[in-house]
């Protein structure tokens, strides 16, 4: 069990994966912003002023139902606001602390790859492949600048299977106890919960492993084995008692109802994870990137088959399957590979949850790894022919060529994503009837501690640094934004201002094509107890009058 690269040669690789994120900021001139990431700021500011983990952006079911201002946050849990908030103390903005969480957190896979090809092992050649590989992605490229947790999700998930994987690599020629590693390996599968709730996946992936180990063998040091890792439990079970404290539910209060289509699921599935690997473009258009991928799969299957056609006439079909196919040190990173999937399939058939790629991109390293080592170990076993081992070393050419071809393809052609502060910007700069924008009219009438609503209330809340109710759309939420709903709403909160955006494209905001009171706001329809305030071609922002207090 050795790193298959130096020490030297992998700071390398952290310096070419951070010189990758460096690259990414400057070419879109910051951080990716998400929903989210409003979300995530909002809780690591109310948690650096000693507000508790709390937002005050009201925005989900979950945050209403707390009547408060700011109110407790469930809906996710609270480990990347406060990794953010641990970081800006050195004192950087929020914003650049966020950033700073994700970069640092895709920079330090790099030495996790590497070590868990050396447990399988994997050749010198094909660990630099790989690092070339995720470095390249597509994906890659985006989410160690997105303010999100799934950076720091993947970080964690790596660094647990790892750990897990460690404990099944052989040490001077047999597979020791490490009793350490088991119990470090527990507090990391904890942690990932603390970071996203899909961290529970992992939990039930590795519990299970170890009670079917131990079930098998009846013996102490798998029992012991099992409970080690049983640490994560109450690592975990502190944060499902914290959500039914404050929500009533394990789910921290993400109970509105679904019933999607499990063949429309598995096809996101299937398109999701071709565009983790080969980047957004189709998957029906066959472009010369696509086409070299297809040919590598074509080939490798032929050399698969001529292998195993060899290993049948010669009688070696179990030797091959239980010896050569199969690392011990494998089994527990495929086993959770397959538990994570099968649960995020159910999750995305039942829960509003976006899924898609997102939900998968924590996996990309490992799923590198996985997949490197059966490349390798299929090559191994078409080396034993001149015509297989032509073969083989084809495919593997077509496959990198398709794979950075493809993924060049689209970080060249990414779109710029603006800045919050930009898009809030292009709303209220063009001048009111009288030459005076919306944002100098804001700053000169809405006290630092006014209370606002507003659809797409996350960007607005965080940008105007005010507290907000954001209008959240049908697909989130089981409220109705009638008239009656909003009045009490901005009522119980104190909110004495309402923001709409007319000209929103209505994927951005649905809620104002979902709401037929929000939609008569928009054609300045307004009711007593509101009048219009102030007004451009592409925000209204609506008063309440004294009647409606």
């Given at each position: 069990?050795?790193d298959?690269?130096?020490r030297?040669?992998q700071?390398?690789?952290m310096?070419?994966?951070?010189?990758?994120?460096?690259?990414s900021?400057?070419?879109?001139h910051?951080?990716?912003?998400?929903?989210?990431?409003f979300?995530y700021?909002?809780?690591?500011e109310?948690w650096?002023?000693g507000?508790?983990?709390?937002?005050?952006?009201i925005h989900?079911?979950?945050?209403?139902?707390?009547?408060d201002m700011?109110?407790?946050?469930?809906?996710?849990?609270?480990g990347?606001?406060i990794?953010?908030?641990?970081?800006?103390?050195?004192?950087?903005s929020?914003?650049?602390?966020?950033?700073?969480?994700?970069?640092?957190?895709f920079?330090?896979?790099?030495?996790?790859v590497?070590?868990?090809?050396g447990l399988?092992?994997i050749p010198?050649n094909?660990?630099?492949?790989?690092?070339?590989?995720?470095?390249t992605?597509h994906?890659a490229t985006?989410?160690?600048?997105?303010?999100?947790?799934e950076q720091?999700?993947?970080?964690l998930t790596l660094?647990g299977?790892y750990?897990?994987?460690r404990?099944?690599?052989?040490a001077s020629?047999s597979v020791?106890?490490?009793?350490?590693?088991?119990?470090?390996?527990g507090?990391?599968v904890?942690?990932c919960?603390w970071?996203?709730?899909?961290?529970?996946?992992?939990?039930?992936a590795?519990?299970s492993?170890?009670?079917?180990r131990?079930?098998r063998q009846?013996?102490?040091r798998?029992f012991?084995?099992l409970l080690?890792v049983?640490?994560?439990?109450?690592?975990v079970?502190a944060g499902?008692?914290?959500n039914?404290?404050?929500?009533?539910t394990?789910?921290?209060?993400n109970?509105?109802?679904?019933a999607?289509?499990?063949a429309q699921v598995?096809?996101?599935?299937?398109?999701?994870?071709?565009?983790?690997?080969?980047?957004?473009a189709e998957?029906?258009?066959?472009?010369?990137p696509?086409?070299?991928?297809?040919l590598?799969l074509?080939?490798?299957?032929?050399?698969?088959v001529r292998v195993f056609r060899s290993?049948?006439?010669?009688g070696?079909?179990?030797?091959?399957t239980?010896s050569s196919?199969?690392?011990p040190?494998a089994?527990?990173p495929?086993y959770?590979?397959?538990?994570?999937?099968?649960?995020?399939i159910?999750?995305?058939?039942?829960t509003?949850?976006?899924?898609?790629l997102r939900?998968?991109?924590?996996?990309?390293?490992?799923?590198l790894?996985l997949?490197a080592?059966?490349?390798?170990r299929?090559?191994?076993?078409a080396?034993?022919?001149?015509?297989?081992?032509?073969i083989?070393r084809?495919?593997?050419?077509?496959l990198?060529?398709?794979w950075?071809?493809?993924?060049?393809?689209?970080?060249?052609?990414a779109t710029v994503?603006p800045?919050?502060?930009?898009?809030?910007?292009?709303?209220?700069?063009?001048?009111r009837?009288?030459?005076q924008?919306?944002?100098?009219w804001f700053e000169?009438?809405l006290p630092?501690?006014?209370?606002l609503?507003?659809?797409?209330?996350?960007?607005?809340?965080?940008?105007?640094s005010r507290?907000t109710?954001?209008l959240?759309?049908a697909e989130y939420?089981?409220?109705?934004?009638?008239?009656?709903?909003?009045?009490?709403?901005?009522?119980?909160?104190?909110?004495?201002?309402?923001i709409?955006?007319p000209?929103?494209?209505a994927d951005?905001?649905?809620?104002?094509?979902?709401?037929a009171f929000v939609?008569?706001?928009?054609?300045?329809r307004?009711?007593p107890?509101?009048?219009?305030?102030?007004?451009n071609?592409?925000a209204?922002?609506?008063?309440?009058?004294?009647?409606g207090r």
């Amino acid at each position: 069990m050795q790193d298959r690269l130096s020490r030297w040669e992998q700071a390398l690789w952290m310096l070419l994966a951070a010189a990758s994120v460096a690259m990414s900021l400057a070419r879109n001139h910051g951080p990716i912003y998400a929903n989210d990431s409003f979300q995530y700021l909002s809780v690591a500011e109310h948690w650096r002023t000693g507000q508790g983990l709390a937002t005050s952006i009201i925005h989900f079911d979950s945050e209403f139902s707390r009547r408060d201002m700011p109110a407790s946050v469930t809906t996710f849990p609270p480990g990347y606001p406060i990794a953010t908030t641990v970081v800006s103390m050195v004192g950087v903005s929020l914003p650049a602390a966020a950033t700073a969480v994700s970069a640092l957190s895709f920079v330090l896979c790099i030495p996790l790859v590497v070590a868990c090809c050396g447990l399988l092992p994997i050749p010198r050649n094909a660990v630099r492949l790989v690092c070339v590989l995720l470095i390249t992605n597509h994906s890659a490229t985006s989410f160690p600048i997105r303010l999100l947790a799934e950076q720091l999700f993947g970080l964690l998930t790596l660094a647990g299977v790892y750990l897990l994987m460690r404990v099944d690599a052989p040490a001077s020629g047999s597979v020791a106890w490490r009793p350490h590693v088991l119990a470090a390996a527990g507090v990391v599968v904890g942690l990932c919960y603390w970071v996203r709730y899909a961290g529970l996946f992992l939990l039930v992936a590795a519990i299970s492993f170890y009670a079917i180990r131990w079930l098998r063998q009846r013996s102490r040091r798998a029992f012991a084995s099992l409970l080690l890792v049983g640490l994560a439990i109450p690592i975990v079970g502190a944060g499902l008692i914290r959500n039914v404290m404050l929500s009533g539910t394990w789910k921290g209060g993400n109970e509105k109802e679904a019933a999607n289509s499990i063949a429309q699921v598995l096809k996101t599935l299937v398109t999701s994870v071709y565009h983790l690997f080969f980047g957004s473009a189709e998957v029906t258009r066959l472009r010369p990137p696509q086409l070299l991928l297809l040919l590598s799969l074509v080939a490798f299957a032929i050399v698969a088959v001529r292998v195993f056609r060899s290993d049948i006439s010669a009688g070696n079909t179990a030797r091959h399957t239980r010896s050569s196919l199969i690392a011990p040190a494998a089994v527990f990173p495929t086993y959770f590979v397959v538990v994570y999937t099968a649960a995020m399939i159910y999750a995305g058939v039942v829960t509003v949850i976006s899924f898609g790629l997102r939900m998968f991109y924590p996996l990309l390293p490992l799923l590198l790894v996985l997949g490197a080592f059966a490349v390798t170990r299929v090559g191994d076993l078409a080396s034993a022919t001149r015509s297989s081992r032509l073969i083989f070393r084809g495919a593997a050419v077509f496959l990198c060529v398709g794979w950075l071809w493809a993924n060049a393809r689209n970080i060249a052609v990414a779109t710029v994503v603006p800045s919050p502060q930009q898009q809030i910007a292009a709303r209220f700069d063009p001048p009111r009837p009288g030459g005076q924008s919306l944002s100098a009219w804001f700053e000169e009438n809405l006290p630092p501690d006014a209370v606002l609503a507003a659809t797409d209330g996350q960007r607005t809340g965080w940008v105007l640094s005010r507290p907000t109710l954001s209008l959240v759309e049908a697909e989130y939420s089981d409220r109705k934004w009638t008239e009656e709903t909003l009045k009490t709403a901005m009522q119980r909160y104190g909110a004495s201002y309402l923001i709409l955006y007319p000209t929103a494209p209505a994927d951005l905001v649905p809620v104002q094509k979902e709401s037929a009171f929000v939609g008569k706001l928009l054609e300045r329809r307004f009711p007593p107890w509101l009048e219009l305030a102030a007004s451009n071609a592409n925000a209204l922002i609506y008063r309440v009058t004294a009647d409606g207090r």
